[in-house]
């Protein structure tokens, strides 16, 4: 009996992550697979299907022999759009079962054709009526003072006309570390943020954590950062006000992705009556000028 045992790659928190001794099943998550791979990876299994599908039908026809009324015999082609037009219920125009053998293939085909309609139909429409969020989220992290204090920066953008009510956002660092007793370990940390929700997400979203002496980034260093593999995790949930349906957005910041000494540059402009975002300027940056980057990863004043 074959291993079952296999090794699967995935990503997660913007690492690859690689897992051995499962239990691999190349059904099993069939049906998720189908939902969340890109459209154009979607309708290319599904044209090979198709194509597969028929042509298994089109070699059984011919193993039938002179089994289609019309049919050249011999040819494959007229087996496989007579397969085709089964497949689909569309009817046939000069070509038509003439045997008994041909009669039974053809309803097992015409049944297969109505499932697997329903079936793509099905994930389709799933596809499509599946609720996404398009949240524009800043490439890169900065830390920069704020009221003061050095903080840990980083800003979204709501990149649809409808706007997110009831906005929820989380921060979370992923380090790795050692136990007292000197094992590694992969450890998550919650960051405090000075606005966790908004009651409207319609423009533009800059996140603070303030690094003060309650903060698991207090004084840690850039080359810190790096040495744990850190990573900042961010989670945004909302309720999209066209579809009154949950929505959700991730973004992953990675050690060399966090900036120091620097801040965003300004691109909201208010008037008494808009508000105006320039989007060409959403991930620059520029030095701050207010501190030096270790003393701002220490936490000094």
Known sequence: MADKRLTSTRHAFGREIISIGLDKDPLHDLYHTLLTMPWRSFFGVVLAGYLVVNSLFALGYLALGDAILNARPGSFLDCFFFSVQTLATIGYGQMAPRTLG???????????????????????????????????????????????????????????????????????????????????????????????????????????????????????????????????????????EGLAQTIYARYVYRAEDVRFAARFVDILRATEDR???????????????????????????
């Not at 060409?280 to 207010?290: A, D, I, K």
């Open 275 to 301: 508000s105006t975002i320039d989007f060409t300027n959403f991930h620059e940056v520029v030095p701050s000028g207010e501190f030096e980057v270790h003393r701002a990863a220490e936490g000094a004043s």
């Open 102 to 240: 041909a009669n039974i293939l053809m309803s097992l085909e015409a049944l297969l054709g109505i499932l697997g309609l329903a079936i793509t139909t099905g994930l389709v429409f799933a596809r499509f009526s599946r609720p996404t969020a398009r949240v524009l989220f800043s490439r890169v992290a900065v830390v920069s003072r704020y009221d003061g204090v050095p903080s840990l920066m980083f800003r979204m953008a709501n990149a649809r006309e409808k706007q997110i009510v009831e906005a929820r956002l989380r921060l979370a660092l992923l380090r790795n570390e050692r136990t007292l007793e000197g094992e590694p370990v992969r450890r998550l940390y919650d960051l405090k943020l000075r606005r966790s929700e908004q009651p409207l997400f319609a423009l533009t979203w800059t996140a603070v954590h303030a690094i003060d002496e309650d903060s698991p980034l207090y004084g840690l260093t850039p080359s810190g950062l790096k040495e744990s593999l850190s990573d900042l995790v961010v989670s945004l949930t909302g309720v999209d």
